[in-house]
């Protein structure tokens, strides 16, 4: 097996048992903050004082968060480009679904890993692998 039939393999087998969709799979919001943003992809910006920047991959700003945690939020949920996301009020809430969420895609790396280790023992081209497995589910995490 080649390593981009591995990726074939992996990214079907994720596919057919549905991936999880953030925020809607990871929370329940029930009062939340409407933030409009444009349908790009959302990447983590430089830290000022504690605050984030949020930034399309173009390098413009779309949103200063209070912390780490939020701008995370806002990038996971901004995954689907629809140009709204729903930030809740509560930073529990917030954590909450960032630690869940967080855990999923590290158990699903974890497989990938455990995969890629029984195929291709004496390989180091997992980082690459798993970002391209990562980039075709449409995966991140920071």
């Known amino acids: 097996m ?5 990726i074939n393999k ?5 596919n057919s048992e549905g991936i999880k969709k953030f925020p809607n799979d990871f929370s329940e919001i029930k009062d939340y903050i409407l933030i409009e943003t444009p349908k790009q992809t959302l990447m983590l910006g430089k830290e000022f004082f504690g605050a984030y920047e949020v930034l399309t991959t173009s390098g413009e700003s779309v949103y ?5 945690n ?3 939020y806002i990038i996971y949920s901004g995954r689907n480009r629809s ?3 729903y930030l809740p009020v509560l930073k529990d809430a917030i954590t909450s679904a960032i ?3 967080e855990a999923y895609v ?6 990938i890993e455990m995969g890629f280790k029984k195929e291709f023992p004496d390989s180091k081209n997992f980082l ?11 995966l991140i995490r920071y």
Not at 10 to 14: G, N, P, R
Not at 128 to 138: A, R
């Open 10 to 14: 992996w990214t079907k087998l994720l």
């Open 99 to 101: 630690k869940k969420y």
């Open 83 to 85: 140009g709204r996301i």
């Open 70 to 72: 939020e701008a995370k």
């Open 106 to 111: 590290d158990s699903v790396l974890s497989r």
């Open 2 to 6: 080649s390593e981009k039939d591995f």
């Open 64 to 68: 200063q968060a209070a912390d780490l």
């Open 128 to 138: 690459v692998v798993s970002n391209e497995i990562f980039k075709i589910l449409n």
